[in-house]
């Protein structure tokens, strides 16, 4: 049985070279499907996996002979690149620092970002761990002012028709059947946000994604969680912070969005994935010369 994916049916094939394999078994300690394993102390590819092998390809990463290939699932051992240094690798104070000195940036300067910058963002952030591989996740690139602008004038207009519908008196008849806290959240947040937009777009002004020279949307495919694609997002958010390009998060445009099967088809957006977040990018207009130390609402230990 392979892991679901939206691609791929099949598992991944494991193929060991018996000739410069030398039975170390750190492939097989490491496998997580134990697709490989040592028998009489010899590597063994067994069928008998419950998931079969989900082309992870840590057993090719860890053999030190080079004599584990992985193919499928979207992996290829050409797939395999140089481990980093550790002397280029960030540090806990680095990677605090960086962490500290993020902040969310709603004002940009009117410098455009260059392609090959959010290439690299995306290189990164694809890099990173996003749960069990292969990762269900894909993003829409919107660069440029006018299309960013575009962009949120789509999303401006569809808070515009959900306003239509979201009347004070609709939404006491809903109360009973949508809970209290939606009640409150609709009413106290969505409505006032919405109109808010609305006022800030007949102003001729960006409330949505603030002018931001390019945007990022992440979405996902239907065997995916819309945790995966915000976990993507948020290595795109430190990798810009760490190339100095400004980011915040907006979450407000992906629900109106997902509605919106002829935007969803204009962003090229495969059918059935769903935007989960988006990231606004420019650089700063402001310059911050504090930090802010925050903290979990609460950290228990048992």
């Not at 030190?64 to 960030?90: F, H, W, Y």
């Amino acid at each position: 049985m392979a892991v679901p994916h939206s691609i791929y049916r099949e598992t991944g094939t494991v193929a060991i070279n018996t000739v410069t394999c030398k039975n170390c078994g750190q492939c097989a300690r490491i496998c997580p499907t134990e697709v490989l394993r040592m028998e009489e102390g010899r590597l063994k590819v067994c069928a008998d996996s419950s998931f079969g092998c989900i082309a992870c390809g840590h057993c090719m990463m860890v053999c030190p002979e080079g004599s584990v290939s992985v193919t499928g699932r979207g992996l290829a051992p050409g797939d395999l690149i140089p481990l980093p240094g550790k002397e280029q690798c960030a540090k806990a104070e680095e990677l605090e620092a960086l962490m500290l000195s993020r902040r969310s940036v709603r004002r940009f300067s009117g410098r455009d970002i260059e392609p090959e910058a959010l290439e690299r963002i995306l290189r990164m952030a694809a890099s990173a761990p996003m749960g069990i591989p292969p990762w269900d996740v894909g993003c829409v690139v919107v660069s440029g002012r006018t299309e960013v602008r575009q962009l949120a004038d789509a999303v401006v207009e569809g808070y515009g028709s959900l306003l239509k519908y979201m009347k004070p008196w609709l939404l006491a008849l809903l109360r009973p059947f949508i809970g209290r806290k939606n009640y409150e959240f609709f009413g106290q947040f969505v409505i006032p946000l919405a109109k808010g937009y609305l006022q800030a777009q007949g102003e001729g002004k960006d409330a949505l994604f603030y002018d931001a020279a390019a945007v990022l949307l992440f979405h996902h495919s239907p065997v995916a969680e819309a945790a995966d694609a915000m976990i993507a997002c948020t290595y795109a958010m430190l990798a810009a912070e760490a190339m100095g390009i400004g980011n915040t998060m907006i979450g407000a445009a992906a629900p109106i969005i997902q509605r919106n099967q002829g935007l969803c088809r204009r962003l090229k957006i495969p059918p059935g994935n769903k935007p989960a977040i988006a990231l606004v990018l420019g650089y700063p207009a402001a310059v911050f010369r504090k930090a802010i130390r925050r903290r979990f609402t609460a950290v228990t230990k048992v």
